[in-house]
């Protein structure tokens, strides 16, 4: 399982935090709160696997009898015979090395077998874990194992997770987009983009060389979700924005009002349209250009 140091960069969503700025005692806190029982190691690297073990929903063999961890060994078939020939430590540790060496190469062949119903709720709760908004991401491992599950879980990935739109103001009124949200708006299949429910526009400025995160107090928007109704012919935006005193909070007001009536102009023709996959990926190219247009004086 890949993991991650970043919270937004290009293709985390689906990657496990390795916890690296965690110190001992926050991560035994951490593990406290989850439940996760580790004895009384204090060693880093031990808590940040069990960490990841905790990530990846693995049961804790700490407070588990002898007995009840021969049992999981019986009830998952794991061989020991010669694992524990060749590391012979003592009876305890043959036993949770045993299954902690089986977690690390987990086999579930069972899988396509269960009902579609169950596979859907699985894939939901694997999708639950991506973050917030999502940043021109490649398709997750999952939808590459096979042709079944990728037919299942693509509709999902793409009509569940929000995926953000980043707009870069330049030279005052210019709006554009990064090289890499273009790849990837270029890259997508048409009608993957159509399965999308969930825009979040954010805007950066460039201002005298540097790139800033934040908006000067005239922005009239400072980030934008737009959701598409599932089954109704709806569409819903919502923006959070700062803005000015005196004089310039009425310019910026007005930047506002201009630039929410283009992008509810822009979703209109989007579901306007037949059928109930509508989005287009010039959708979002008339949204970049709804706020431009409220930078124009």
């Given at each position: 399982m890949a993991t991650t140091n970043t919270t937004d960069a290009h293709d985390d969503c689906w990657k496990l935090s390795c916890h690296r700025d965690l110190t001992a005692k926050e991560m035994r806190e951490e593990l406290e709160a989850r439940g996760y029982h580790v004895g009384s190691i204090m060693d880093k690297d031990r808590l940040r696997e069990h960490l990841r073990r905790s990530d990846l929903g693995l049961m804790s063999y700490y407070k588990c009898t002898n007995e009840e961890l021969r049992q999981l060994i019986e009830a998952r078939q794991i061989d020991i015979s010669s694992y524990t020939d060749k590391h012979r430590i003592g009876p305890r540790q043959d036993l949770t090395h045993s299954l902690d060496r089986a977690d690390m190469h987990p086999k579930f062949h069972g899988f396509t077998k269960l009902p579609a119903e169950l596979r859907n709720q699985i894939y939901g709760y694997h999708l639950a874990d991506f973050q917030k908004s999502i940043y021109a991401p490649s398709q997750p491992p999952l939808s590459k194992t096979?042709?079944?599950?990728?037919?299942?879980?693509?509709?999902?990935?793409?009509?569940?997770?929000?995926?953000?739109?980043?707009?870069?103001?330049?030279?005052?009124?210019?709006?554009?987009?990064?090289?890499?949200?273009?790849?990837?708006?270029?890259?997508?299949?048409?009608?993957?983009?159509?399965?999308?429910?969930?825009?979040?526009?954010?805007?950066?400025?460039?201002?005298?060389?540097?790139?800033?995160?934040?908006?000067?107090?005239?922005?009239?928007?400072?980030?934008?979700?737009?959701?598409?109704?599932?089954?109704?012919?709806?569409?819903?935006?919502?923006?959070?924005?700062?803005?000015?005193?005196?004089?310039?909070?009425?310019?910026?007001?007005?930047?506002?009002?201009?630039?929410?009536?283009?992008?509810?102009?822009?979703?209109a023709r989007v579901v306007r349209r037949a059928g109930k996959n509508n989005l287009r990926i010039g959708d979002i190219f008339a949204l970049r250009r709804a706020v431009e247009a409220g930078y124009e004086e």
């Open positions: 096979c042709r079944l599950i990728r037919q299942e879980f693509i509709p999902l990935f793409y009509g569940t997770c929000c995926f953000e739109v980043r707009l870069l103001r330049i030279c005052g009124q210019r709006v554009t987009m990064s090289d890499r949200m273009l790849l990837w708006l270029r890259s997508t299949a048409a009608e993957h983009i159509a399965l999308i429910r969930h825009l979040h526009l954010s805007i950066a400025y460039e201002k005298k060389g540097m790139l800033h995160a934040e908006f000067d107090l005239t922005d009239p928007l400072v980030t934008c979700s737009i959701y598409l109704g599932r089954k109704s012919k709806t569409f819903s935006i919502w923006s959070s924005h700062y803005l000015a005193q005196g004089v310039q909070q009425a310019a910026a007001v007005a930047r506002k009002k201009e630039m929410e009536k283009n992008m509810r102009a822009a979703m």
